[in-house]
Structures are given as C-alpha cells and as structure tokens.
C-alpha cells in the first residue's frame, strides 16, 4: 500500500507562477523526500527534509514538514516550462527497515 | 557515464519467457533497489538489498527473483513473464550515510505479450 499519497494528482499552470502540490501520510517517518521525474525517465532526488525539520529551501523550491498532521508541501516558484513533470514524495518511516515509499505523484504541467 | 545503468531499456517478451533485468552502479552505495512503475500507483518496491549477502522481499515481490552479484550489480529475474508484468522497472541505489536517497537508473520498459 502506499505511504504517500499526492495532492492534486494535476496541475497546469502558466509560466512564472508558483506550483504547490502537497503530500500525505500515513505512519511516523524518519524524513521525506521529493523527487521529479520527467516522462518515462528515472526519478531524481530534489530535496529531503528530516522529521525534526520544518521548512527547507533549495533554490526554487520550498518544502514544509509538519508531522502532527503527517503532511508536506513542495513549492516551486517561478515556475518554467522545465519544471514540466511528475513530483513524488517519499517517506523514509520509522522502523521501515530504512527503505523508503514513494507516494503516486502529481503531474504538474507548466503552460508557456 | 551514468551512475546507474539498466539493460536492456527496452524489452518486448511472450507470455511464459524467462526475462532478466540488470542493474550496474559505479556509485559505490552498498543499497539496491527494483521497482516497478505503473500508471496512476507510482513506483512499488519490489526487491531490496542491503549488501551483497543481504536481499529481502519488497511490497510486490511474487514472479520475480533477485540476484546480487556483487556490490555494483543487482539483477531482477521474472521466471514466468505475464502480460500483467507490463510496466516500467526502475533500479535505484542508496547510501545509508545520505537519509536514503534515492538515485535512479533510466529504466527498463517491459512488455509481456
């Protein structure tokens, strides 16, 4: 079963504005990590946030964590025709053996 | 070159036929991963392996089997191809120091006629 589950499953917007797409789950988790993938292509790690983290920024991109609610959000600012793809999310849970799950995504696509 | 390769990337099979997937690193990670992707279920943990002695069974693990060959190889097998083993197959490797990400192999689609 999945961890996580993705919010909204997709998004079209235009070019240079921001992109927020959330993520929720459901068991007590080490970190999450968000990861891209580009059509038909292998996943790319963008960011990960640890449990006792609550906000971290990476270029474009903004990530909120908050594990009362079991729920994070990534925001892509000023968003470009690249940022075109499908965003997971990924729990790394606690007392999951350290592997992580990753969530079934949402499309996101950027209009130019 | 990649870090992590997949071959074949492409691979059109019968009903029946004994399939094998490879994934090499040059990463150095001790952690290897099959998944595999459907549309609209995101990826599904097949098998995973935390050294070369260790594998263990993922979410999806029954008609498939795994072999580590060595730190830098990790094979997935299907014994008996089914048309509902149609996806797209993912290796991916980790290091235990980095929180677990993940890095990806370009994949291989598969399809099972």
């Known amino acids: 079963s999945q961890q996580g589950e993705e919010d909204p499953q997709a998004l079209s917007i235009q070019e240079g504005e921001n992109a927020t797409m959330n993520c929720s789950y459901k068991t007590s988790i080490n970190n999450l990590q968000w990861y891209r993938q580009n059509s038909g292509r292998g996943l790319v790690h963008l960011i990960l946030i640890r449990s006792n983290e609550r906000e971290k920024h990476s270029g474009r991109l903004r990530v909120t964590l908050d594990t009362s609610k079991k729920s994070s959000s990534l925001l892509i600012t000023a968003s470009r025709a690249a940022d075109t793809a499908s965003y997971f999310c990924?729990?790394?849970?606690?007392?999951?053996?350290?592997?992580?799950?990753f969530g079934t995504g949402t499309k996101l696509q950027v209009i130019p | 070159d990649a870090d992590v390769t997949q071959t074949p990337r492409n691979r059109i099979t019968k009903t029946g036929k004994r399939i094998m997937l490879e994934c090499s690193q040059t990463k150095g990670h001790d952690r290897m991963y099959w998944y595999r992707q459907d549309p609209g279920l995101g990826l599904r943990l097949i098998y995973y392996s935390f050294d070369v002695k260790d594998i263990n069974k993922g979410e999806i693990s029954d008609g498939y089997s795994v072999s580590r060959q060595a730190q830098a190889k990790f094979s997935l097998s299907l014994e008996s191809a089914i048309p509902n083993q149609t996806a797209l197959y993912f290796c991916a490797t980790s290091d235990f120091r980095g929180g677990n990400e993940q890095f990806f192999g370009p994949g291989t689609r598969l399809t099972v006629l």
């Open positions: 990924a729990t790394d849970a606690e007392g999951g053996y350290q592997k992580v799950t």
